[in-house]
């Protein structure tokens, strides 16, 4: 039985979601057993809390708009430990985005030596930098601006409707791990989600070089190069 592309995109989301809702249903089950256990006790600056070992945030996940926010509501503790002595601990390569995708791999053998597991947190990477230079190019142009201005919740409705929409294309390698089976998935719906994240790269920056004036550009690159000779 063959599928249109529209109804193909509709069954890799609620998958998606699915594969999503399972992980999150383990975690909140694990975490209402470590508060009975008192594992999930801490205090802090004289408040009592009981979520130390929450690794999910549900009313947070509901309300996310950016796969950015994931970091904050979705496997919590593991975002947390990789920030800090993985991510944090490589900034002598000086290079920002070798540390984020050394951080990646080091995710991806963690969880085993599935190609899957490779692919799909390498194309994290690809997603984090696309959604962080599209944000950056919607700060900067007037059009996008004054629309928000006149209409202040369509940021997050857009935002909404976007992150779930591709979150599901964005586990399909996760959730299938061998190549010969998952490659057929993204050859079905023509590998949709990554021409969309990569055509968002490439046209934000496009779109900040352009509209950045050059004695700006060359100001901010002059007065880098004086901070590393100082």
Not at 65 to 89: D, E, G, M
Not at 97 to 114: D, E, K, R, V
């Amino acid at each position: 039985m063959e599928f249109y592309f529209p109804e193909k995109v509709f069954f890799v989301m609620i998958a998606g979601h699915l594969t999503i809702i399972k992980y999150l249903a383990i975690w909140t089950i694990n975490d209402g057993a470590c508060i009975i256990s008192g594992l999930g006790f801490y205090k802090c600056e004289g408040k009592v809390a009981w979520d130390a070992v929450r690794n999910a945030n549900l009313l947070k996940f509901a309300k996310i708009t950016r796969f950015q926010h994931l970091i904050v509501s979705y496997n919590i503790n593991t975002n947390a430990w990789l920030l800090k002595y993985v991510h944090k601990r490589l900034k002598f390569l000086n290079v920002r985005i070798l540390s984020h995708f050394c951080s990646m791999m080091f995710l991806a053998i963690w969880h085993g030596f599935h190609t899957g597991y490779f692919t799909a947190f390498g194309f994290q990477l690809v997603v984090m930098n696309a959604e962080k230079e599209f944000v950056m190019a919607a700060s900067k142009s007037p059009f996008i601006k004054n629309l928000v201005g006149k209409f202040p919740r369509l940021p997050d409705l857009v935002g909404f409707v976007y992150l779930h929409l591709l979150l599901g294309y964005c586990v399909i390698d996760f959730s299938l791990l061998h190549w010969n089976i998952y490659r057929h998935v993204y050859n079905s719906v023509y590998w949709y989600g990554h021409i969309f994240f990569v055509s968002m790269f490439l046209l934000s920056k496009a779109y900040c070089f352009f509209t950045v004036p050059v004695p700006c550009r060359v100001e901010k690159r002059y007065g880098q190069e004086d901070a590393k000779i100082k």
